[in-house]
């Protein structure tokens, strides 16, 4: 991959002036031979793996920070999901594993560990159903653990016994971290079509098809586009502006594209994918909501900014899709409200609502992402806002996900605090005629008719 010195000095610009950054390069690991039916010599194989398999991480990340002068705000590790390992256990309780890993994590210094997770999209297995009984005591007893569970695709439908059963796990686990603004639900996501290379959290775990070990980088990116999008004349039409888009995802993605392969070089393990992704922080300036607004809508949440989203996700793609050809992950622009400042403003002024988060998510990356709810919220209206997005997903063949906060002992208006990238939360109303019965069905919604594809 060949670097002209122009491309050089623009991104140098833009980590200088407009908070271009790396956000994640992730280390996705195997867990394959880690197996025994004693939880404790498992757990202990799993903290051997991953301590001995990422011990260079961190000292390579801060490598190419030093060689590049692009900062990588965040080293993160996903592992396969541990439903699998927990199937093969003599116990119901799959939290030592979770210690283990988080072990793992502090002893090699990365920020998340992704994989607490289990797919029961089609049926709630013995292993999938030790890790969601379990996610509540984990997400308490762990600083660094995340745990996802993807419970529909377009290819088996929504199973609905898992979405009640991921309802009831949010509260439980929101009630189990009331101590620490509920921030166990922080690192918990419900997914719909999750994708097996993801390297962001707190979703990200490592696929059954993927290699034994492989480097997954997540770019960022969302100052330098707002800034891009706001030096445009008010009178350039919106081609002008996706254009712009465009060519400012593939200078970002080439950058995150050479830090991808030199990382997986030195690490002596495969090169995955370069995540396209716009993910926001808390930091001014640094929103996806601001480039929404130099678009020119007046406040996000507005009308058009589902519109202004689907110009903004598409020319991303797109841009990003002639800088690297090994695109993957989720790719677009996510739109979590806690971690971003445009967001936070938006929802507060009330221009932002739940149910206009639900419309941007059909043309978005991801889903209701970092959204804090009153503490009383009933685990059925959980529940129908959890099969709502699902059904977005599945329906349009995307992912989509629901990381939900309910700030047990808050209600609208009062904030939950997170603190780095997590940032914090206002409480947003929620509409509450979920009812009781609905949720309560279960069974499975059958797959969509553009299932049928083969």
Same mark, same amino acid.
Request: aromatic fraction near 2%; charged fraction near 20%; proline fraction near 4%.
């Given at each position: ?81 541990? %439903?699998?390992? =927990? *199937?093969?256990?003599?116990?119901? #309780?799959? +939290?030592?594993? !979770? @210690? $283990?890993?988080?072990?793992? /994590? ?120 707002? %800034?891009?999008? =706001? *030096?445009?004349?008010?009178?350039? #039409?919106? +081609?002008?502006? !996706? @254009? $712009?888009?465009?060519?400012? /995802? ?205």
């Amino acid at each position: 991959m060949h670097i002209m010195p122009e491309e050089i000095v623009e991104t140098l610009l833009m980590v200088q002036q407009q908070h271009l950054d790396i956000r994640t390069i992730t280390l996705g690991l195997s867990l394959g031979g880690c197996a025994d039916s004693d939880v404790t010599v498992a757990s202990r194989r799993v903290y051997d793996r991953v301590a001995r398999a990422a011990e260079h991480l961190v000292p390579v990340a801060r490598q190419l920070e030093a060689e590049y002068g692009i900062p990588i705000v965040n080293r993160r590790i996903s592992v396969t999901p541990i %439903a699998a390992l =927990a *199937a093969t256990c003599d116990t119901d #309780d799959a +939290t030592p594993f !979770a @210690e $283990a890993l988080d072990r793992a /994590a502090a002893e090699v210094g990365v920020d998340f560990v992704g994989g607490f997770s289990a797919l029961v999209h089609k049926g709630i297995g013995l292993g999938g159903r030790r890790v969601i009984d379990s996610i509540p005591a984990a997400m308490a007893s762990t600083e660094r653990v995340c745990a996802s569970v993807n419970v529909a695709t377009t290819r088996a439908g929504i199973n609905m016994d898992a979405v009640l059963a991921m309802a009831r796990t949010v509260r439980a686990t929101a009630e189990a971290t009331a101590d620490r603004d509920c921030i166990g639900c922080a690192k918990l996501v419900v997914f719909a079509n999750m994708v097996e290379d993801n390297p962001f959290m707190a979703g990200a775990v490592h696929g059954s098809g993927e290699p034994d070990a492989v480097v997954n980088v997540g770019i960022s990116g969302p100052g330098v586009v707002r %800034a891009i999008v =706001a *030096a445009l004349p008010e009178d350039a #039409d919106l +081609t002008t502006v !996706a @254009e $712009a888009i465009k060519a400012t /995802a593939f200078k970002i993605t080439r950058a995150g594209e050479l830090v991808a392969r030199e990382a997986a070089r030195r690490l002596d393990v495969a090169m995955g994918i370069v995540d396209l992704s716009l993910a926001p922080t808390p930091a001014e300036g640094d929103s996806v909501a601001g480039i929404i607004e130099a678009m020119g809508v007046g406040r996000c949440g507005g009308p058009g900014t589902t519109a202004a989203l689907a110009l903004l996700n598409d020319a991303v793609k797109k841009g990003g899709a002639m800088g690297t050809s090994s695109t993957g992950g989720l790719s677009g622009a996510f739109i979590p409200v806690s971690e971003d400042a445009g967001m936070i403003r938006a929802a507060e002024s009330g221009a932002l609502t739940l149910e206009k988060l639900e419309a941007m998510t059909a043309v978005c990356s991801v889903g209701l992402d970092m959204i804090a709810i009153p503490g009383d919220t009933s685990a059925e209206t959980i529940a129908g806002v959890i099969a709502d997005e699902c059904a977005i997903g599945v329906v349009n063949s995307k992912t989509t996900a629901v990381r939900l906060i309910p700030a047990i002992g808050k209600g609208v208006g009062e904030r939950l605090s997170f603190g780095g990238l997590l940032g914090e939360a206002p409480v947003m109303p929620i509409n509450e005629w979920a009812g009781t019965v609905f949720a309560r069905r279960g069974g499975r919604m059958p797959a969509p008719l553009q299932s049928l594809r083969n």
